[in-house]
Nanobody, 117 residues
Framework: QVQVVESGGGLVQPGGSLRLSCAASGIIFSAYSMGWYRQAPGKQRELVADITTGGSTNYPDPVKGRFTISRDNAKKTVYLQMNSLKPEDTAVYYC???????????WGQGTQVTVSS
C-alpha cells in the first residue's frame, strides 16, 4: 500500500521536546523529497521543514534552530526532532512525500502536537 504514516505527536510542556516519525511504504523512498507541514486551527497549512533526496534541509524562520529534519532511507522513515517547543507550535503535523521527477505527492493523516502547561 502506497502511504506515509506519522507518529509521535502528543502533549508537551513549553520548552520540551518531541520527535515525530513518518514511515513510508509502497514507494521508492530514496526518490522522494520529504517534508513536514503543520496546520493550526483557523490557519493555513505551512511548511515546517523539508529534506531533499540528497539530504539538504530547509527550515522557515519560526522553527530554525529548534527543529531538525532527518531521513533514514534504509528504514523509509523521515524524522522531525522538535526542541524548545512553544505554545505557538501547537498544530496538526503532516508528513509529505514528493517524487523528484513526477512530482507525485503523498500526504499522511496528521499527528497532533499540543504545547501547553
Amino acid at each position: 500500500q502506497v502511504q506515509v504514516v506519522e507518529s509521535g505527536g502528543g502533549l508537551v510542556q513549553p520548552g520540551g521536546s518531541l520527535r515525530l516519525s513518518c514511515a513510508a511504504s509502497g514507494i521508492i523512498f530514496s526518490a522522494y523529497s520529504m517534508g513536514w507541514y503543520r496546520q493550526a486551527p483557523g490557519k493555513q497549512r505551512e511548511l515546517v521543514a523539508d529534506i531533499t533526496t540528497g539530504g539538504s534541509t530547509n527550515y522557515p524562520d519560526p522553527v530554525k534552530g529548534r527543529f531538525t529534519i532527518s531521513r533514514d532511507n534504509a528504514k523509509k522513515t523521515v524524522y522531525l526532532q522538535m526542541n524548545s517547543l512553544k505554545p505557538e507550535d501547537t498544530a496538526v503535523y503532516y508528513c509529505n512525500a514528493r517524487h523528484v521527477y513526477s512530482r507525485q505527492e503523498l500526504w499522511g493523516q496528521g499527528t497532533q502536537v499540543t504545547v501547553s502547561s
